[in-house]
T-cell receptor, first 114, second 115 residues
Framework: NAGVTQTPKFQVLKTGQSMTLQCAQDMNHEYMSWYRQDPGMGLRLIHYSVGAGITDQGEVPNGYNVSRSTTEDFPLRLLSAAPSQTSVYFC?????????????FGPGTRLTVL | AQSVTQLDSQVPVFEEAPVELRCNYSSSVSVYLFWYVQYPNQGLQLLLKYLSGSTLVKGINGFEAEFNKSQTSFHLRKPSVHISDTAEYFCAVSEAQGGSEKLVFGKGTKLTVNP
């Protein structure tokens, strides 16, 4: 099992550019989510999905879109990047959205928006 | 809604010394509690979790945590730390039945173990 994989590891964008952060898991997990990590802020939930075709907003969804066409993949799209979106992005998955489940995290994508 | 407070943003200790990382939570319903660790340039991984039963929970790498309902705390402890324990540690809470199912993280505590 590769677990949760994320690409790219690093990315630099200019303000206004768009891009997609990729996330994939091979554990047949139903629940997937995206977090951003900023210094002194911990992890904040951006969007999540409880299964293919179902997505919902988290704590900080503005400026981001997601889709879940397959169980394995959960891409995060930045439509028009802003400097405030400079952050480290983590994708996570778990078997279900049960509040007892362990979250499995990817290695992260470090994004800089100039 | 639930919330988590990690009382120390940075904790420096010497190798082989004991360490306690403090975590307090707030919730109007019963909770489940987690500690995750993030080693440099890596994603988070689960150290331990409290779901029910014994209030003393043992995790990986010699860490343990104690759930104290009256003090709404879930402090993480290790009797003797190693250089390799240098990492950032996150406390997280989710609410039990009737509450939000989302996992809420604290802001993290950076543990630095010095030789």
């Amino acid at each position: 099992n590769a677990g949760v994989t994320q690409t790219p590891k690093f990315q630099v964008l200019k303000t206004g550019q768009s891009m997609t952060l990729q996330c994939a898991q091979d554990m047949n997990h139903e629940y997937m989510s995206w977090y951003r990590q900023d210094p002194g802020m911990g992890l904040r939930l951006i969007h999540y999905s409880v299964g293919a075709g179902i997505t919902d907003q988290g704590e900080v969804p503005n400026g981001y879109n997601v889709s879940r066409s397959t169980t394995e993949d959960f891409p995060l799209r930045l439509l028009s990047a802003a400097p405030s979106q400079t952050s480290v992005y983590f994708c996570a998955s778990s078997y279900h959205q049960r509040n007892t489940d362990t979250q499995y995290f990817g290695p992260g994508t470090r994004l800089t928006v100039l | 809604a639930q919330s988590v407070t990690q009382l120390d943003s940075q904790v420096p200790v010497f190798e082989e010394a004991p360490v306690e990382l403090r975590c307090n939570y707030s919730s109007s319903v019963s909770v489940y509690l987690f500690w995750y660790v993030q080693y440099p340039n890596q994603g988070l991984q689960l150290l331990l979790k409290y779901l029910s039963g014994s209030t003393l929970v043992k995790g990986i790498n010699g860490f343990e945590a104690e759930f104290n309902k009256s003090q709404t705390s879930f402090h993480l402890r290790k009797p003797s730390v190693h250089i390799s324990d240098t990492a950032e540690y996150f406390c997280a809470v989710s609410e039990a039945q009737g509450g939000s199912e989302k996992l809420v993280f604290g802001k993290g505590t950076k543990l630095t173990v010095n030789p």
